[in-house]
């Protein structure tokens, strides 16, 4: 019989800025927001999209950071205004 161990958190889970996302916090728009690779889009941290897994987020300074890192702005939350 296997047992199941607990897994050590990610770089992202303990990044601070992981837990306004999972808030989807407000307060937090305008500070940065995250893209998702698996999508290619990036969001502000209370978009009401689907949250993506931890693996698949990298989080950026401003919007002109995501899109030259090659993403473009949500079309639900409206990233890019």
Do not use: K
Not at 11 to 18: K, Q, Y
Not at 42 to 47: D, I, L, N, V
């Amino acid at each position: 019989m296997t047992q199941n161990l607990p897994l050590a958190p990610s770089a992202t889970e303990l990044d601070p800025r992981w837990a306004r996302l999972v808030a989807r916090d407000a307060a937090a728009d305008g500070g940065f927001v995250y893209s998702v690779r698996s999508t290619g889009i990036y969001c502000h941290p209370s978009c009401a999209a689907r949250r993506p897994g931890p693996a698949q987020v990298r989080f950026h300074a401003t919007a002109a950071e995501a899109e030259a890192a090659g993403f473009r702005p949500c079309r639900r939350c409206r990233a890019d205004l």
